[in-house]
């Protein structure tokens, strides 16, 4: 069973910058289409980025532009680099992983594995 553990979150300011970062425990996963997704109080859980098996990439338009996914597959870590944060950004983030390859980002949250999530707080 692979395990994921997100790490990065924490309080900014509006205009300022995180960097997630999500570890997988197995190497066989580094290549595992990847994505990360968020979760505000009272709304539902939101796709926001995605990287398939070649580095293709995809992201929601609320984030485009302004979020970078990215992978290190020596290193088995899932990457988001999030500039320009605004209060609506504020969510609990989490990284997730489908169990086998893909050729396209998919931001719909039927992955496989999850990780326990990591807390994004953006102040006006």
């Known amino acids: 069973q692979v395990q994921l553990v997100e790490s990065g979150g924490g309080s900014v300011q509006a205009g300022g910058s995180l960097r997630l970062s999500c570890a997988a425990s197995?190497?066989?996963?580094?290549?595992?289409?990847m994505g990360w997704f968020r979760q505000a109080p009272g709304k539902e859980r939101e796709g926001i980025a995605a990287i398939d098996t070649n580095g293709n990439t995809n992201y929601a338009g609320s984030v485009k532009g302004r979020f970078t996914i990215s992978r290190d597959n020596a290193k088995n870590t899932l990457y988001l680099q999030m500039n320009r944060l605004k209060p609506e950004d504020t969510a609990m983030y989490y990284c997730a992983a489908l169990a086998y390859y893909c050729f396209s980002p998919r931001l719909r949250d039927d992955y496989n594995y999850w990780g326990q999530g990591t807390q994004v707080t953006v102040s006006s």
């Open positions: 197995e190497y066989t996963y580094s290549r595992n289409c």
